[in-house]
C-alpha cells in the first residue's frame, strides 16, 4: 500500500504521513485527482476501479476499500 | 499492402491560447499546474468564421505546394471531422471545389474523432488495394474550441484546433513503403463519456440544451458542448490500447519490438505517461507532439508524423499507429516507409 500512499500523496499535494484512513478528500476530490487515481490504482495494483465509484470516495479509506475489493 | 504515405502536411489556425489566459479562469489551476499535468504549453483556436474545412483547405495546399504535389493526380478525396460546415452536404465535396481536384474523384466525409486517422488511412489503403483510386488525399481537421465551454476546464486545457493533409499512393516500382495490417475497435456502450449530446436529431439545439450546469469539480458546460468523463475514458485506453496492440502484433507477425516507434494518439501527457508504462516502451520510441498544439484530434497523429520527415522525405522505418476516443471507437495500425 505504500507506493500507492505516496502515489496518492503526490496526486493530492499532501504529505503521505496525513493520509489515514480517515483523510477527509473534500475539496481536493477534483476530476483531475480522481483520473489521477485512476491510472495510479492501474500502475500500481494492475486493476480498473469504475471512475464513478472512485469519484463518490469521501475519505482515502474509501478509496482503499475500493481498490482492496477490486483486486480480491 | 500496396500502399505508402507520400507526404503529410500540417496546419493550425493564428490565435493562441496560453495557460497564462486559461489560469486567469481557473484560479485553482496556475499555469505551471496546467502544464505539469497536461503537458501542454498552448493551443492554437480557430477563428469565428475559420472551419474545420478552412483548416483542412490550408493543410492540403501546403501538400501541394511545400511537397510539389500535382493535386490533378488526386483521385479520391477521404475528410475525417466532428466539425462539418453543413449538415449537408458532405464537407469533402465542398473541400474538392475549394482545392480544384478534378470532377473524376471520389469525395466522403469520415465522421471520427481521436480514432479517425488510423481509420482513414485503413480506408485509403483499401481503397488501393481494391483498384478503386491510387492517389487518395486524407485530410484530418477539427475545431473540437467550437463545442467547449469557455468555463470547462476538463476539456478546454486539453484540445486545440488543427489539420493535418496526408497523401497515400498505389506502390509503384521501387517503392518500399507499405500501410497496414490494421485491427479495429468499437464499443458505442460508451457512447456518452465522450459527447456533444445536443444539435442532432436525437437532442435538437433548444433553450435547455443550452442550460449551462457546474459539475462537483466547478466546471460548466451545457448539453450542447462537448462533454468528457475523463476517468471512464482513462478507464477505457488503459483497457482497450494494450489489447489492440497485441492484436497487431499478433496479426502482423511482429514483436512490438520491431517497431521503431509507437506512435499514439497525442491525448495529454498523462493519458502518454500512463499509457507508455503499461506499454512498457521507453521514451525514446513514444515520440510526443502536443506542448505546442494541444491535443488536435484526428489530426495528433498525422503531426508526430510530420515532424519525422527530413526534407519531405520519411526515413525508413517502420511504425505503429493508434488511435482511441470518441464513440468510443479505437484502431491500430502498422506503417513503413
Given at each position: 500500500m505504500s507506493d500507492f500512499r505516496d502515489g496518492l500523496a503526490e496526486i493530492l499535494e499532501v504529505e503521505a504521513s496525513e493520509l489515514e484512513d480517515g483523510f477527509e478528500l473534500g475539496e481536493l476530490w477534483d476530476s483531475l485527482a480522481v483520473v489521477s487515481t485512476l491510472a495510479l490504482i492501474d500502475e500500481v495494483h494492475d486493476v480498473s476501479v469504475s471512475a464513478e465509484d472512485l469519484a463518490e470516495c469521501k475519505t482515502v479509506g474509501d478509496i482503499g476499500k475500493l481498490v482492496d475489493a477490486a483486486v480480491a | 499492402m500496396p500502399a505508402h504515405i507520400v507526404a503529410i502536411a500540417t496546419h493550425v489556425p493564428e490565435t493562441i491560447l496560453?495557460?497564462?489566459?486559461?489560469?486567469?479562469?481557473?484560479?485553482?489551476?496556475?499555469?505551471?499546474?496546467?502544464?505539469?499535468?497536461?503537458?501542454?504549453?498552448?493551443?492554437?483556436?480557430?477563428?469565428?468564421?475559420?472551419?474545420?474545412?478552412?483548416?483542412?483547405?490550408?493543410?492540403?495546399?501546403?501538400?501541394?505546394?511545400?511537397?510539389?504535389?500535382?493535386?490533378?493526380?488526386?483521385?479520391?478525396?477521404?475528410?475525417?471531422?466532428?466539425?462539418?460546415?453543413?449538415?449537408?452536404?458532405?464537407?469533402?465535396?465542398?473541400?474538392?471545389?475549394?482545392?480544384?481536384?478534378?470532377?473524376g474523384v471520389g469525395a466522403l466525409d469520415i465522421n471520427l474523432g481521436c480514432s479517425g486517422f488510423v481509420y482513414g488511412l485503413s480506408l485509403a489503403a483499401g481503397l488501393i488495394a481494391g483498384g478503386m483510386a491510387s492517389t487518395i488525399l486524407l485530410v484530418t481537421a477539427d475545431t473540437y474550441s467550437k463545442y467547449i465551454n469557455a468555463r470547462d476546464k476538463s476539456v478546454r486545457t486539453l484540445f486545440g484546433d488543427g489539420a493535418a493533409a496526408t497523401l497515400i499512393k498505389r506502390n509503384g516500382p521501387?517503392?518500399?513503403?507499405?500501410?497496414?495490417?490494421?485491427?479495429?475497435?468499437?464499443?458505442?456502450?460508451?457512447?456518452?463519456?465522450?459527447?456533444?449530446?445536443?444539435?442532432?436529431?436525437?437532442?435538437?439545439?433548444?433553450?435547455?440544451?443550452?442550460?449551462?450546469?457546474?459539475?462537483?469539480?466547478?466546471?460548466?458546460?451545457?448539453?450542447?458542448?462537448?462533454?468528457?468523463?475523463?476517468?471512464?475514458?482513462?478507464?477505457?485506453?488503459?483497457?482497450?490500447?494494450?489489447?489492440?496492440?497485441?492484436?497487431?502484433?499478433?496479426?502482423?507477425?511482429?514483436?512490438?519490438?520491431?517497431?521503431?516507434?509507437?506512435?499514439?494518439?497525442?491525448?495529454?501527457?498523462?493519458?502518454?505517461?500512463?499509457?507508455?508504462?503499461?506499454l512498457g516502451l521507453a521514451d525514446d520510441r513514444v515520440p510526443r507532439r502536443y506542448a505546442d498544439i494541444g491535443n488536435t484530434v484526428s489530426s495528433t497523429i498525422p503531426f508526430v508524423l510530420e515532424e519525422m520527415a527530413e526534407q519531405s522525405r520519411f526515413p525508413p522505418g517502420r511504425h505503429m499507429l493508434v488511435g482511441f476516443g470518441v464513440g468510443l471507437s479505437w484502431a491500430a495500425g502498422s506503417i513503413s516507409f
Open positions: - | 496560453s495557460n497564462a489566459e486559461l489560469a486567469d479562469l481557473y484560479p485553482e489551476w496556475p499555469a505551471d499546474k496546467i502544464l505539469d499535468k497536461t503537458g501542454i504549453a498552448e493551443r492554437h483556436i480557430a477563428g469565428p468564421d475559420e472551419t474545420a474545412l478552412d483548416l483542412g483547405v490550408a493543410a492540403a495546399e501546403k501538400l501541394f505546394e511545400r511537397d510539389g504535389i500535382d493535386r490533378g493526380d488526386v483521385d479520391f478525396l477521404i475528410f475525417c471531422t466532428q466539425a462539418p460546415d453543413y449538415v449537408l452536404p458532405t464537407s469533402a465535396c465542398i473541400m474538392q471545389d475549394r482545392l480544384q481536384l478534378g470532377t521501387g517503392d518500399t513503403g507499405s500501410i497496414g495490417p490494421f485491427e479495429f475497435g468499437t464499443d458505442g456502450s460508451g457512447a456518452h463519456q465522450l459527447i456533444v449530446e445536443g444539435g442532432g436529431f436525437r437532442t435538437p439545439r433548444s433553450v435547455e440544451t443550452s442550460e449551462e450546469v457546474v459539475d462537483k469539480s466547478g466546471n460548466v458546460r451545457s448539453r450542447d458542448n462537448l462533454y468528457m468523463n475523463g476517468g471512464a475514458v482513462l478507464n477505457f485506453t488503459l483497457k482497450r490500447v494494450p489489447e489492440v496492440v497485441a492484436r497487431l502484433t499478433d496479426k502482423a507477425g511482429l514483436s512490438i519490438e520491431a517497431y521503431d516507434n509507437v506512435i499514439l494518439h497525442q491525448a495529454n501527457k498523462f493519458m502518454l505517461d500512463s499509457l507508455q508504462k503499461k
